[in-house]
């Protein structure tokens, strides 16, 4: 099994910036894919940005030149700095993960932190 807890969501005002962070725990062999979706209400969980081992990463075309992400593989952690925060970026924040565990790769997900910018 792998745990992924998030930190770092929060109140923001409009412009301002937030950073999260997530760590994955547990029986981990690899994790190839680490990223971040989010959800508002009443919309559909959407993909915000990823990143592979190799640090390729991935950008919704919502939160490009605002979101950055990065990870540190020898801490098997994530993060996501947003800047220039809109209150359109109101959601909860999930962490996932692509991992493989005793042989089988797997998706994993965090329990999701609210991230509230108002205007």
């Known amino acids: 099994q792998v745990q992924l807890v998030e930190s770092g969501g929060g109140l923001v005002e409009a412009g301002g910036s937030l950073r999260l962070s997530c760590a994955a725990s547990?029986?981990?062999?690899?994790?190839?894919?680490m990223g971040w979706y989010r959800q508002a209400p009443g919309k559909e969980r959407e993909l915000v940005s990823s990143?592979?081992?190799?640090?390729?990463?991935h950008y919704a075309d919502s939160v490009k030149g605002r979101f950055t992400i990065s990870r540190d593989n020898g801490k098997n952690m994530v993060y996501l700095q947003m800047n220039s925060l809109k209150p359109e970026d109101t959601a909860v924040y999930f962490c996932?993960?692509?991992?493989?565990?005793?042989?089988?790769?797997?998706?994993?997900w965090g329990q999701g932190t609210q991230v509230t910018v108002s205007s």
């Open positions: 996932y993960t692509l991992a493989t565990t005793r042989g089988y790769e797997y998706d994993y």
């Open positions: 547990g029986d981990i062999f690899r994790i190839s894919v």
């Open positions: 990143i592979t081992s190799g640090g390729i990463a």
